[in-house]
């Protein structure tokens, strides 16, 4: 089993054979769609996007379902979906939309988990916020 995550706004299905999808926005307007894996801490970018990208561009991410913008209130360079593990526990994720940047964070209650080489930038934040 696999982790199933969805759009916070609409409840839509993300994710589908280990595959999450999103739309994104690069900082020039282009759109694609952008797949990641489901594991949580894989960093790979599983399709090859239409346009280049340089470490440290932030891209817009949009629920591929609803369209609306999927953003976190902790902080404007992270954003934010719902998760169901395989076990039927719901979290809230929250990671990084800056490329290159490794910081994911599962949300339960005041329990925070994180994943990536890069997790220490907004640990504390997010910590605090779910306090
Ligand atoms: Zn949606």
Redesign the pocket.
């Known amino acids: 089993m696999e982790n199933t995550f969805k759009?916070p706004?609409?409840g839509?299905v993300l994710s589908q054979d280990g595959n999450l999808i999103f739309a994104v926005e690069n900082k020039t307007g282009q759109r694609s769609l952008l797949m990641l894996s489901t594991k949580l801490g894989d960093y790979g970018i599983k399709n090859t996007l239409p346009f280049r990208f340089d470490v440290g561009d932030k891209f817009n991410f949009y629920?591929p379902?609803?369209q609306?913008p999927l953003e976190c209130e902790e902080h404007e360079d992270l954003i934010k979906v719902e998760m169901t593990d395989d076990s039927d526990h719901t979290y809230q994720v929250c990671f990084s939309r800056v490329a290159g940047e490794q910081s994911t964070y599962r949300i339960y209650g005041k329990n925070v988990t994180a994943y990536g080489q890069d997790a220490g930038k907004y640990e504390n934040l997010i910590k605090e916020v779910n306090l």
């Open positions: 759009c706004k609409c839509g629920c379902v609803c609306a």
